[in-house]
């Protein structure tokens, strides 16, 4: 009886040492183990049997104290509980979209801590296509996030794609492949090639008051890497502040068995919280040009002067193209004070040249509208106190689309745009513009993550290396794999306004740097990057009288549902999207890198026992994007779902295919 006593006292000390929890996705792939070991809070994922995430842990450091170790539970023992909705998106890349995932949450209480806050909870949810946790820290009064101490440890190391945190200036760079343990500190989404059947992404969702995440991985003697969670800092190096219960961000993993089926996760959006614009007839996704192109080269200026580019005549001009060829708007950057030296920025008023108001009648009675460009040079301050009456303003004249730029190293001279400080500050913008009916393309932002499902004015969002550095980038512009890249790691972030299009690639003003890519490409990423607000790019004389255009004119940028039918990082993909509304058109972009390919293109996504007229936009036989870049070819075939069309793609070339029914 002493021996049995003794094992009884030895498994009770056994339990209370390690409490675990298992929470499966509702398809039972993915399975996410959470326990309480020595009172630390950790976490294990495997994905069909297959060790994904070691055991890691999770924690805050505070101010006055660490509140994850010396835990216990603090009240019941916790349960899953399940949850499965459809909702409707007023814009996006699929009409609906399910939300469907198992969730537990652990609230906890610490013996030790010197904190203020004693308690923490852990949310866990489990989706199909991934997991995601926060930490909700209970309390009142004010509390002083120092760092984060949450950990992914990667059971293995794998390669991977990224930009370094440190080295890439608003977001804008290449992101480069290797192993996972040889990156520095990475921006997310971190795109991850686990196995030939595996591939992840970590990202962060609903970032709300709260500072961007980064990761540095370390590798460990067993060979796994372990990504720990680094915050971006205020310029005193605190993280985060905040004021009663503060929940984090959601830290995400997306788990999905081919690279396409990372483009097609939803997650990141159903870990924001439901939309909060009651009526959302207002929010109008359309494609537009503008005078932007001209501008980067050298063609037209931002200031007024002899070659000013937003002046009353010449954005009229814009309007008639706009208005002839099917685009909602006219972008002209340039068109307020504060672009010359010495001059005082404001947004309340317009150069001498440009006749807003009478531009904005003019829109309209055209059926186009004027769209207003806010640049800050980082003055978000600037922004803030001239918004509420901007907008105003702009709405009285029919304007219902604003892109805002943040071109500078520190907003207001001090902090970084992906810290506490700007998350807070891009929020009030985009809530302002909501009560105002403006739709917000936001430049040189933090990190997008989600919040188009809770305030879906906010269309689009820089982040990234665009088209403009194919103008004037002293490294000759973006490589062909860029945007057969782009897709499987910015891409998983949101919209992108990268502004595709560009028909000509001649550069008088940097001989050397120029599109590295063919016509028929250009044609197939309006359809590939994804963007709600898609501008076509070019000037509008490089588009007059240019067969190309016919597609460009015809795509829309919403969409009822999308598929992707094949998918390489970095070097193809293809992607089908069905519009929304209309008689049930598709549109098909097709891209690769610097090798040419052959893909076939399998139509069984079309409805069953309907023929399709298929107009399709490719590259010609002699098409190179080094040596013949223009050369083209438009044909048009009958098709129904039984049939293939096979894709011929020049080196760094593409593909472009509208799908019409035939009534």
Known sequence: MKREFVLTILMTMAMIQAMAWEVTSPSGDIKVDIALNGGRPTYSVAYKGIPVVSPSTLGLKLADGF???????????????????????????????????????????????????????????????????????????????????????????????????????????????????????????????????????????????????????????????????????????????????????????????????????????????????????????????????????????????????????????????????????????????????????????????????????????????????????????LIEKEMDDAFAWYASMGINAVKTGYVGHLLDGKELAKSQYGVRHYRRVIESAARHHIMIDNHEPAMPTGLQRTLPNLMTQEGVRGQEYNAWSADGGNPPSHTVTLPFTRGLAGPMDFTPAIFNQGNDVVPGTHLHSTLAKQLGEFVVLYSPLQMAADAIENYEGQPALTFIESCPTTWSRTIVPHASIGEYVAIARKERGGNGRWFVGAITDERARTLTLNLDFLDAGRKYKAIIYEDAADADFERNPYAMTIRQIEVTSADNITLRLARSGGCAIRLEPII
């Open 67 to 381: 509140v994850g170790e010396k835990m216990a539970l603090a009240g019941n023992r916790p349960k899953v509980v399940s949850h499965d909705e459809i909702w409707v998106q007023p814009w996006g890349e699929d009409d609906t979209v399910r939300n469907n995932y198992n969730e537990i949450t652990l609230q906890l209480k610490s013996k030790s801590t010197t904190s203020s806050r004693k308690h923490l909870n852990v949310v866990m949810r489990v989706y199909d296509d991934g997991f995601a946790f926060r930490y909700e820290l209970p309390g009142n009064g004010d509390v002083v996030i120092l760092d984060e101490a949450s950990q992914m440890r990667l059971s293995r190391d794998a390669q991977a794609w990224s930009i370094p945190s440190n080295r890439t200036e608003y977001f804008e760079g290449i992101y480069e492949r290797s192993l996972l343990s040889e990156k520095d500190t990475v921006c997310t989404p971190l795109t991850i090639e686990y196995a030939p059947d595996i591939f992840l992404s970590i990202h962060e969702a609903a970032l709300t008051d709260y500072a961007s995440i980064n990761l540095t991985p370390r590798k460990q003697s067993d060979g796994s890497v372990t990504m720990l969670t680094a915050l971006t800092p205020w310029q005193d190096g605190v993280k985060v502040y905040g004021t009663g219960m503060v929940r984090s961000p959601w830290r995400m993993m997306i788990i999905a068995p081919t690279a396409g089926d990372l483009l097609l996760s939803r997650m990141m959006l159903n870990l924001n919280e439901p939309c909060r614009i009651e009526d959302t007839s207002w929010i109008e996704p359309g494609r537009y040009i503008g005078i932007w192109w001209s501008i980067h080269k050298k063609k037209n200026t931002w200031e007024m002067g002899e070659h000013h580019g937003a002046t009353t005549d010449n954005v009229k001009r814009y309007i008639d193209f706009a208005s002839r060829h099917g685009f909602s708007g006219v972008l002209a950057e340039g068109w307020n004070p504060g672009w010359g030296n010495g001059e005082t920025v404001t947004y309340l008023k317009a150069y001498p040249d440009f006749d807003i108001e009478d531009v904005c009648r003019y829109a309209r009675e055209r059926g186009v509208r004027f769209i207003g460009h806010m640049e800050s040079w980082g003055r978000a301050s």
